[in-house]
T-cell receptor
Framework: AQTVTQSQPEMSVQEAETVTLSCTYD???????LFWYKQPPSRQMILVIR??????QNATENRFSVNFQKAAKSFSLKISDSQLGDAAMYFC????????FGTGTSLTVIP | DVKVTQSSRYLVKRTGEKVFLECVQD?????MFWYRQDPGLGLRLIYF???????EKGDIPEGYSVSREKKERFSLILESASTNQTSMYLC??????????????FGPGTRLTVT
């Protein structure tokens, strides 16, 4: 069975500071992909960043980067220079034959 | 601009009613998905489809069925709505083309209340 665990239901960060959201996963597959999605309040879910498991280099997208530790099955998201618009629910997801989502982390950005 | 649309943002139905949730994508994607989202449970996959007239059960298919008669449209059916099906329903689509599992594009969601 494949599982995705987000152990932080809620997080907060001061504007302009850095925050890290945690995600651990379990899979028996050797070829898989990991994703972070963002769901702003009352708005559609959008992709933040994607990581191929066969790539050792951590993915980055502007202020968003991941720390992918394959052996530890850990996939954390770092948001640098946090902005008010980063406030949202963040979901970690794993693909195998299907997409498996974590339970989400609600991020609050404090002005 | 890519788009996934869902027929209703809010829906209120009575117990026992048959409910249809419609999803349409304009990106010519092969894959389409239906999830339900509940607080503290994240997103759980109900059904998915890799092609027209194809369907596969997800983690929680009980009480639901789906229909995909055209590539762009994927319908979720609640045969006899129950109060425990009150939830947010999200539709998504993705491309099956090269490069591994593609990004899923999500619709705005339908908040269904069954009374």
């Amino acid at each position: 069975a494949q599982t995705v665990t987000q152990s932080q239901p809620e997080m907060s960060v001061q504007e302009a500071e850095t925050v890290t959201l945690s995600c651990t996963y379990d899979t028996s597959e050797s070829d898989y992909y990991l994703f972070w999605y963002k769901q702003p309040p009352s708005r559609q879910m959008i992709l933040v960043i994607r990581q191929e498991a066969y790539k050792q280099q951590n993915a980055t997208e502007n202020r968003f980067s991941v720390n992918f530790q394959k052996a530890a099955k850990s996939f954390s998201l770092k948001i640098s220079d946090s902005q008010l618009g980063d406030a949202a629910m963040y979901f970690c997801a794993l693909t195998g034959n299907q997409f498996y989502f974590g339970t989400g982390t609600s991020l609050t950005v404090i002005p | 601009d890519v788009k996934v649309t869902q027929s209703s943002r809010y829906l209120v139905k009575r117990t026992g009613e048959k409910v249809f949730l419609e999803c349409v994508q304009d990106m010519d994607h092969e894959n389409m998905f239906w999830y339900r989202q509940d607080p503290g449970l994240g997103l759980r996959l109900i059904y998915f489809s890799y092609d027209v007239k194809m369907k596969e059960k997800g983690d929680i298919p009980e009480g639901y069925s789906v229909s995909r008669e055209k590539k762009e449209r994927f319908s979720l059916i609640l045969e006899s709505a129950s109060t425990n099906q009150t939830s947010m329903y999200l539709c998504a689509s993705s491309s099956a083309k090269a490069g591994g599992p593609g990004e899923q594009y999500f619709g705005p969601g339908t908040r269904l209340t069954v009374t």
